[in-house]
């Protein structure tokens, strides 16, 4: 693929740009108020790409190679880890199963039940640690906030409960003539006049502007496009008139 030089991005850009601003312009005013629809493209405006840097070519096979011996040496140190912690495991359930601890004593721990339930007693749920204290205090504050927040929520359910019974109440008490009259026959009249005199008074500045637009590149104000990079728009603008019309260079 060929590679693009940091002029050819630049030209693109300025390209870019330049249509941009066109669609944007068009998209604000009318058509026929439009001085510049589309660049006048010299026969020297294009340039030219730069030629291809020559790559060395890529040996596919060496790179498999390479894959395959990396992929093969990853899961023989799966495997061999899988196999030592298997092991691992395998000895310490055998040195948990060895050890039978019978004292005369019967308060004392043991790390095997003598009737085989399965249960192991640990040091660590008799004692339990500061952090393992701390932790349980926090989940015992949590429940506790949760239970408060469902009171509250069922609280605003019944309130919500007895203001629709009160409402339905004094539907059923209100009489059907009174229902369908507004309590205020002209508010909808007087929000009408409203609007209208709104209208009306800002009428004006709804007027379509007849008298002077300016072209996308205001040649005064800068125009109205962001400029980058650092450099005034002058410069800007010289540089992005070269690329619409290099007839018009003696402008400046």
């Given at each position: 693929?060929?590679?693009l030089s ?11 740009e330049f ?6 312009n068009a998209?604000?005013?009318?058509a026929?108020?439009?001085?510049i ?5 010299s026969?020297?405006t294009?340039k030219p790409l730069t ?6 070519t890529l040996?596919?096979d060496?790179l498999?190679?390479?894959?395959k ?5 990853e899961?023989?140190?799966q ?9 691992e495991l395998q ?7 060895n050890?039978?601890y019978?004292h ?6 043991s790390f095997?039940?003598?009737n085989?339930?399965g ?9 339990p ?5 701390m932790?349980q ?5 949590m429940k506790a ?7 509250q ?6 309130k919500?409960?007895?203001?629709k019974a009160?409402e339905?109440?004094?539907q ?12 205020n026959?002209?508010?909808t009249a007087s929000f ?6 709104k209208?009306h ?11 002077y637009?300016s ?6 104000s800068g125009?109205?496009?962001?400029v980058r990079?650092g ?9 992005i008139w ?5 007839a018009?260079l003696?402008?400046?």
């Open positions: 693929m060929p590679t940091q002029a050819d991005l630049d030209h693109i850009d300025l390209a870019l249509h941009q601003s066109n669609y944007d998209m604000i005013y009318p026929k108020f439009m001085f629809a589309f660049p006048i493209v026969s020297t294009p030629p291809p840097p020559s790559t060395p040996d596919l060496n498999v190679r390479q894959i011996a990396q992929w093969n040496r899961q023989a140190l495997r061999k880890q899988g196999f030592e912690r298997a092991q000895d310490a359930a055998s040195l948990v199963f050890q039978e019978t005369s004593d019967s308060t004392s721990m095997t039940d003598r085989r339930t249960k192991y007693i640990s040091i660590s749920d008799a004692y640690s500061p952090e393992t204290q932790m205090a926090q989940e015992a504050e906030r949760e239970a408060e927040i469902k009171a929520e069922a609280e605003i359910k019944a919500e409960a007895e203001i009160q339905a109440e004094r059923a008490t209100t009489p059907a003539s009174l229902k369908y009259i507004s309590p026959p002209d508010a009408f006049a409203r609007h209208l005199r209208f008074s800002t009428k004006k500045e709804f007027r379509i502007q007849t008298r637009i072209p996308p590149f205001d040649l005064r125009g109205p496009e962001i990079g450099e005034n728009k002058p410069e800007r603008l010289r540089r070269a690329h619409v019309c290099p018009r003696r402008l400046f």
